[in-house]
């Protein structure tokens, strides 16, 4: 993990001016050690910042990029690791061998994060809000792996990112993400699903994978001083024959209560 690893180099260089100098006042140690960690991490970013300008957003994509998915998730666990937070995955072995279109309840900024390295075996893409798309850094690297924004606000528009992500499924083999309420609940309840994420599984033609995710929403709550742990757990997978035998609607319902028995008795 990066994070550690921005430890230990700070650690080391602490202790090697400690030495150099023969100090002999140890109060010094823990701010040299703070600064030496916040420049590597500043470094990281600068690096990040420079090296994705390499990266176009004008063109639809064939392929996942391999540099931006490594990076992406080196980012990601870096993220996950200054947060602190630890994800204890389950039914990972259910995943199907082919592509997929992956669902799951929205409690969190990071959902996607989470899922995206909890998953990091696939090529996992997740449609987002277009607002992602235009952060600086972040927005070059997610395109090229596989992220898609979408308009809630335009129905036309939206129906072209579902239109375009079931053609990243089918013929570049990129699994997509989807979270059918659409945005984050603030509350304990699931706000109402969307068919979008439904009809884009029946676009692709691909497996539906219903996953639950639970505790992202007391992250930014314990952050620093407590570690957050949480869950996902792949629920049921449908296989394709279900999921093209099965109305929108239909494929809604199950998802829905899959993940509703999940957290009611978790």
Known sequence: MLVYLFAILSAVGTAGLYIAFSARSPWWILPIFVGGFGALNCVYIVYLFITSFVFSMK?????????????THLTVNWLLGLFRVHHRSQGLEKLPNEPFVLVSNHRSDFDPMVGFDAIRSRHLGYISKEANF???????????????????????????TIKEAARLVRECGISMGIYPEGTRSKTDEMLPFKDGAFLLAKKAEAPLVIMATKNTETITKNFPWRRTRVDLEILRVLDRETVAALSAKELSAIAREEIEQYLNHR
Do not use: E, Q, S, T
């Not at 063109?59 to 990076?71: Q, S, T």
């Not at 235009?134 to 072209?160: M, Q, S």
């Open 134 to 160: 235009r952060i600086p850094i972040v927005g070059r690297h997610i395109y090229h792996c596989g992220f898609l924004p979408i308009d809630r606000k335009n129905p036309l528009r939206a129906a072209r």
């Open 59 to 71: 063109k639809p994509i064939k392929r996942v990029n391999p540099y931006a998915f490594f990076m």
